[in-house]
């Protein structure tokens, strides 16, 4: 629920962008509800402020948006029902939702978990943007709170249960350092792509230790 | 920013969130594979972690965010509820951001 509320507050700061950036109310809450990832619509919103082509805008935002393609095949087992369920879930997998699905420890409570933190995540992030655009510039910077600081610790509790064994762990280091590695030589939003290369040395400590 | 533009932006993003599950209809991925994805979520969300704490405007920085995600590294540890360990982070970047 405290990812949620911090969700809310991040939608509220993305309102206020997106009015300073000439964005409508109507395109800023219609971003929100028909992108609904975060990073991506932050960074679109950037490049128009900064007088960047819509070209540009979107460019990145999808490149920033390409790893929930990764989400897919973690949440699929997860989510039960025909296609039209399916297609509905599908729009909610991103970051959040994936990382609260994977902390449970059963297969419901995965379910229940994608669907909880996808429904109110969506209905506050719409909220918050619309919220953001009407208020604007009166709200005081969040940061000021350490609101940056609380997606990173949220996913440090969420990362807790898949770094338990060691292959987890390989994953984790490596893709720390890849990210750390890429980031001064890729585009915003590739550094996450090329970290998810570390799966494959983590497969291959884990086929060892299977071995013994 | 037009709406075309940002009708195109939700269409991608659609799509990369959509194949997974759409194209898996409900199944695990094959045998081989299997292994990877599980172990998709511990490398993504470390990625993750060091973006949202490192990283500004693209940039490696280190600021009060590394202190408040540390300050939470030691709530997991001690196995701190959620909400705790979330907010021990925010208050001590709040603090180590009013001190600076």
Do not use: C
């Not at chain 1, 109507?26 to 975060?38: D, F, N, Q």
């Not at chain 1, 609380?150 to 807790?160: C, D, G, R, S």
């Not at chain 1, 893709?175 to 792509?193: D, E, Q, R, S, Y």
């Amino acid at each position: 629920m405290v990812l949620n509320i911090a969700i809310g507050i991040v939608a509220l700061t993305f309102g206020v962008l997106a009015d300073s950036a000439g964005l409508s109310l109507a395109k800023a809450v219609v971003m929100s509800a028909l992108v609904l990832t975060g990073a991506s619509q932050f960074a679109a919103v950037s490049v128009i402020k900064d007088g960047g082509s819509a070209v540009t805008a979107v460019g990145s935002a999808l490149v920033l948006a390409a790893r929930n393609m990764l989400y897919g095949p973690v949440l699929s087992p997860w989510i039960r029902g025909g296609l039209g369920r399916r297609a509905v879930a599908a729009h909610m997998v991103i970051d959040e939702t994936t990382g609260m699905a994977a902390a449970a420890s059963t297969r419901e409570d995965a379910e229940r978990s994608f669907w909880f933190t996808g429904i109110t995540l969506t209905v506050l992030w719409i909220g918050g943007t619309a919220l953001g655009v009407v208020l604007g510039g009166r709200i005081g910077d969040p940061d000021r709170w350490g609101l940056d600081a609380a997606f990173p610790a949220a996913f440090l509790a969420l990362l807790a249960p898949q770094v338990r064994e060691r292959p987890g762990q390989v994953a984790a280091a490596v893709a720390a350092a890849l990210t750390i590695v890429a980031t001064p030589i890729t585009p915003n939003g590739v550094p996450i792509l090329v970290a998810a290369l570390a799966v494959i040395p983590a497969m291959i400590v884990g086929r060892r230790s299977d071995a013994r | 920013m037009s709406w075309s533009a940002i009708l195109v932006m939700a269409a991608g993003a659609y799509a990369f969130k959509a194949i997974g599950l759409l194209v898996l209809g409900g199944r695990t991925v094959a045998g081989r594979m299997q292994p990877l994805v599980g172990l998709l979520p511990a490398a993504l969300f470390s990625a993750l972690i060091v973006q949202q704490t490192l990283v500004s405007d693209g940039e490696l920085v280190i600021d009060a965010r590394l202190a408040g995600v540390l300050a939470g590294a030691i709530a997991v540890w001690r196995r701190a509820p959620f909400v705790v360990v979330v907010l021990v982070a925010m208050a001590v970047t709040a603090l180590v951001r009013a001190a600076a």
